[in-house]
């Protein structure tokens, strides 16, 4: 496969400002500047297309600078909403209601919503910073200061693995969660397995009521697995594995997320009214974690002291079909 058609897709995308990855015929595509995302992870195939194993970002997100129509991003200083955008924490009342969060329930933190700077860059690996200084200026309301890192890696064996890690440079305990927010491409024939311990059910503006039993835990456990369609589903799983298998059984292939602790906790989202919308995302909390009464297992989250520091890694293991690797 000669020059041009190596970087086929990413010239289509046309940001010069995109980061891509090499291993074999496994590309991935790193957007430093829309909230420090992964744009897109395909493989150069013998068809006229790539084969996608992450939702791709369109020329279309990226020119707007998107992070929400990219194929993952990372979830900073916590994942999923915080009620009314407020909390308190040690005595401290936090309220992120004018971070420029667009949503009515703080939502994944700044992270996301931010440029992250390029450290190195390699052939095959990409590592990345953002450096948080409290303010007032949108996306700067969390009230503790803290640097985050992102190493983005092509394995040798063609696996996506990212390690994040988050230091408390504030002069007090920070509370925190963590996490990616994965798309996949989602057909009928999508299905997901994994096992859970049980669900977060929700309120309709997706605020965690009780956590308790749902068919699809039992489902997702199966030698069948879940379809994509069985539920629609925007649902925090507390319990979970570590693992989860997204396969596309007509296609011959299959992905699996691995990720280590604290990532204890899973979000599915398999939206009935966009049936072209999947995610299966590693998170170290559920939905507003910040202002639940429940025990810790359940929640999740944690608390970084001074000058306190965390790594996690989690990554993507994608699997056939061998006649087009």
């Known amino acids: 496969m000669n020059a041009a058609d190596d970087d086929a897709f990413r010239i289509a995308l046309n940001d010069p ?9 496994r590309r991935a595509l790193i957007a430093p500047h829309i909230g420090g995302a992964i744009a897109a992870v395909y493989d150069l195939t013998n068809r006229h297309e790539p084969l996608h194993w992450l939702r791709p970002a369109s020329a279309e997100a990226l020119a707007a600078r998107n992070p929400l129509g990219m194929a993952s991003f990372p979830l900073l200083p916590y994942c999923n909403r ?3 955008a407020r909390f308190v924490f040690n005595g401290e009342a936090v ?8 949503f009515d329930h703080a939502l994944h933190g700044h992270a996301w919503r931010r440029p992250w700077g390029v450290v190195e860059a390699r052939a095959n690996a990409v590592e990345l910073s953002l450096s948080h200084e409290p303010g007032d200026e949108p996306a700067h309301h969390w009230p503790y200061r803290y640097e ?49 311990r049980a669900m977060w059910h929700a309120t309709p503006d997706l605020l965690p009521t009780i956590l308790s039993a749902h ?37 011959n292939r299959s992905v699996t997320l691995t990720a280590d602790a604290p990532f204890n906790h899973m979000v599915l989202y398999a939206p009935a009214a966009h049936p072209d919308l999947l995610c299966v995302e590693p998170v170290s909390n559920t939905v507003n974690f910040l202002n639940l009464d429940a025990p810790q297992d359940d929640v999740g989250g944690g608390v970084l002291l001074p000058g306190e520091r965390i790594q996690a890694r989690f990554k993507w293991q994608p699997r056939g079909p061998a006649n087009e690797r």
């Not at 309220?95 to 667009?102: E, F, K, Q």
């Not at 994509?228 to 396969?247: P, R, V």
């Open 17 to 25: 400002a995109l980061i891509a990855l090499r291993a074999g015929n």
């Open 82 to 84: 915080l009620r009314d």
């Open 95 to 102: 309220d992120l209601s004018r971070d420029g969060n667009a």
């Open 148 to 196: 985050a890192m992102q190493r983005v890696e092509l394995t040798d064996a063609g696996d996506l693995q990212v390690t994040i890690s988050v230091r408390n440079l504030s002069g007090k305990p920070m509370p925190f969660g963590m996490g990616h927010h994965p798309y996949y491409p989602r057909t009928p024939s999508t299905r997901i397995h994994t096992q859970v």
């Open 215 to 251: 068919d699809s835990v039992a489902m997702l456990a199966s030698a069948e697995g879940m379809s994509a369609d069985a539920f629609d589903l925007d649902n925090n799983f507390a319990g979970w594995s570590g693992s989860a298998t997204i396969e596309w059984r007509d296609e």
